[in-house]
Nanobody, 112 residues
Framework: EVQLVETGGGLVQPGGSLRLSCAAS????????MSWVRQAPGKGLEWVSS????????TYADSVKGRFTISRDNDKNMLYLQMNSLKPDDTAVYYC?????RGQGTQVTVSS
């Protein structure tokens, strides 16, 4: 059974940083691409970033490029999202995604 568990969200002031983590199990993590997506209040899902199986190739939405960094640790079956220079528009529930499935998400709120 595929399981994805996101942690690391919270309340942060504009300009602050957070690091999200996603613990993956139930599949061969080291062989698949992974993504982060988010859903802001009252809006649909928005793709944020993806990383290939090895971690060598990453892509970002224009809205987060230069501020967010996706990474993975295949030895630990972990996916990460380092978020810097956070803005109120980054407020959302963040999910890690694989094969169309997501975890329960972690809430990120950017507010002064």
């Amino acid at each position: 059974e595929v399981q994805l568990v996101e942690t690391g969200g919270g309340l942060v002031q504009p300009g602050g940083s957070l690091r999200l983590s996603c613990a993956a199990s139930g599949f061969t993590f080291s062989t698949v691409a992974m993504s982060w997506v988010r859903q802001a209040p009252g809006k649909g899902l928005e793709w944020v970033s993806s990383i290939n199986f090895s971690g060598r190739t990453t892509t970002y939405a224009d809205s987060v490029k230069g501020r967010f960094t996706i990474s993975r640790d295949n030895d630990k079956n972990m996916l990460y999202l380092q978020m810097n220079s956070l803005k109120p528009d980054d407020t959302a529930v963040y999910y890690c995604e694989y094969g169309g499935g997501r975890g329960q998400g972690t809430q990120v709120t950017v507010s002064s």
